[in-house]
């Protein structure tokens, strides 16, 4: 039950981040940036490689493999931390760039979710059922 818990969780919080800016930028029009949008064309960026292992992560959990789960969602969360070195991204279609100067909705509810399906990786790995240990007959 926690498993398929924490997996509609973390998948609501992904769906409700791409609808939201992900970037705040100090000049021109920020609001093209939404979710969507970088998840579409921000591969450039290497934190747009933690949404692949985020879906990864989500299958290995619905297949009960918690600890490769937790292998991948950590990779995904470190991957999404590196957005915070992004200093400049493109504030208008022609590609001019503006500094970053905070972070809209959708990046904190695209980090919860990785959080949260590191989360359940960790709980479930912690709280699973404890392995029968057959005792030796004396």
Known sequence: MLRITGIVVATVLF???????TLILSQGDSSFLMGFVCLLFGFSYVAWYANPLFL?????????????????????LS?????F??????FN???H???????????YLWAASISAI???SVLVITLGKPKRVIAPIN
């Not at 290995?60 to 950590?74: F, K, Q």
């Not at 991957?79 to 957005?83: H, K, P």
């Not at 070195?85 to 493109?90: S, T």
């Open 15 to 21: 769906v409700s981040s791409l609808g939201f800016n």
């Open 56 to 76: 990864v992560s989500i299958i290995l959990l619905s297949l009960n493999r918690p600890r490769m789960a937790l292998a991948t969602s950590t990779a995904s």
């Open 79 to 83: 991957l999404a931390a590196t957005t």
């Open 85 to 90: 070195l992004i200093q400049k991204a493109p």
């Open 93 to 95: 279609e022609a590609g």
């Open 97 to 107: 760039m503006a500094n970053v100067v905070g972070y809209g909705l959708g990046f």
């Open 118 to 120: 590191w989360l359940t």
